[in-house]
């Protein structure tokens, strides 16, 4: 059962929704589209599980925060094994040191979200740790590898 | 009333089409990139990231859904997820925005939220299941939709203007309206239970 008085509060909604909505650019899309090639199926998932720029709401005081340019530190945490990065800005790109746990030789592969960016690969030592230079932001994640199977895979994490 | 838009049909619910790209279909992906890219570009430019930041915030939402393709709760509710999603990241760049610029850095932090609502600045409330039902319709009665809630935001809304831009006649109008209301309506009502919408 719906009549007029429905039909224009129907509409009062959609028109809220629709209101000012835009389409994103067509390279912008595409690159979403694209962005399915990524899927890893092998690798287990290592959620972020700390992030020292998402601290913001635990009330410390603005001027105890960290002065511009300081490391941002990201822990992934998967069932059996962890990632923590050290993330710095330099230049356009960001430098990373990490370490695989549990530690040991592994192999690291940054991989970027971007169309046309490289892979940035590096060994990690006994002890686990690597280093990384990014040469963009954007989005990336961490694929680690250890006696030629995929050990784990970081989430996502945008680097602005 | 097929609006050819690809090889997938706008009947097939959002659910489905989670499932569908879980197992690797890609037309099912592409399908859910063209059914919520506006909803989610919308939010970035609602949240007033510039291109880039938007650009960015946009592609990591999508990439948070690839990781969670296969373990989403309820696929069917995949668009509210997915704007709900685009909402966190946007509010996380805002966030260390603020952090690498001292100087705002302590006025913002005590009005948090303020990088999304904007004072004076009249915000949509851009609400997934209805985003999705209307992107579900015949691309006929999107227009028409579309250009009456246009219509609309210009002042009362006139039949006259609205038709002129759709080139139909104006006594067609009012009929067509509530035809594409109807399927809107029913839209909504399949929404969100699961292999619910037969309507062929």
Redesign the interface.
């Known amino acids: 059962m719906?009549g007029p008085a429905?039909?224009d509060e129907?509409?009062a909604?959609?028109?809220?929704?629709?209101?000012?909505?835009?389409?994103?650019?067509a390279d912008?899309?595409e690159?979403?589209?694209l962005?399915?090639g990524?899927?890893d199926l092998d690798a287990q998932?290592a959620e972020l599980v700390a992030d020292s720029?998402?601290d913001?709401?635990t009330g410390v005081p603005?001027?105890v925060?960290?002065?511009?340019?300081a490391p941002r530190l990201l822990t992934f945490a998967a069932d059996e094994a962890e990632v923590e990065l050290q993330v710095t800005p330099a230049g356009d790109g960001w430098a990373v040191l990490g370490q695989v746990v549990p530690p040991g030789q592994a192999l690291v592969r940054a991989e970027p979200?971007a169309a046309g960016e490289a892979v940035v690969v590096s060994d990690a030592d006994d002890l686990g740790r690597f280093a990384l230079d990014l040469p963009s932001?954007?989005?990336w994640r961490l694929v680690c590898t250890r006696g030629g199977s995929t050990l784990v895979a970081t989430?996502?994490v945008?680097l602005? | 009333m097929t609006s050819g838009t690809g090889r997938i049909e706008p009947a097939i619910s959002a659910g489905d089409l989670v499932r569908a790209a879980a197992v690797g279909e890609t037309a099912a992906w592409d399908e859910l990139v063209r059914r919520y890219g506006g909803l989610l570009w919308s939010i970035c430019r609602d949240h007033r990231l510039g291109g880039a930041d938007a650009a960015d915030v946009f592609q990591l939402t999508w990439l948070r859904l690839l990781e969670r393709l296969d373990t989403l709760q309820d696929p069917d509710r995949v668009g509210g997820w997915l704007a709900t999603t685009c909402r966190r990241e946007c509010l996380a760049v805002l966030r260390r925005a603020r952090r690498v610029s001292p100087s705002s850095e302590a006025v913002e932090l005590h009005t948090e939220p303020a990088g999304a609502a904007d004072a004076g600045i009249l915000r949509a409330d851009r609400d997934a299941t209805i985003w999705e039902a209307f992107a579900r319709l015949g691309e006929r009665c999107r227009r028409v939709l579309t250009v009456l809630v246009a219509e609309a935001e210009d002042g009362p809304p006139s039949y006259q203007a609205a038709a002129e831009r759709l080139q139909m006649p104006v006594g067609s109008l009012g009929p067509t309206r509530a035809r594409c209301l109807e399927q809107l309506r029913r839209l909504l009502d399949a929404g969100g239970i699961s292999g619910a919408v037969a309507d062929s």
């Open positions: 719906t429905d039909d129907l509409l909604r959609l028109a809220a929704t629709l209101r000012g909505a835009q389409q994103p650019p912008v899309a690159l979403a589209r962005s399915f990524l899927r998932l720029a998402a913001v709401a603005a001027g925060r960290a002065s511009t340019g979200a932001g954007g989005s989430a996502w945008l602005r």
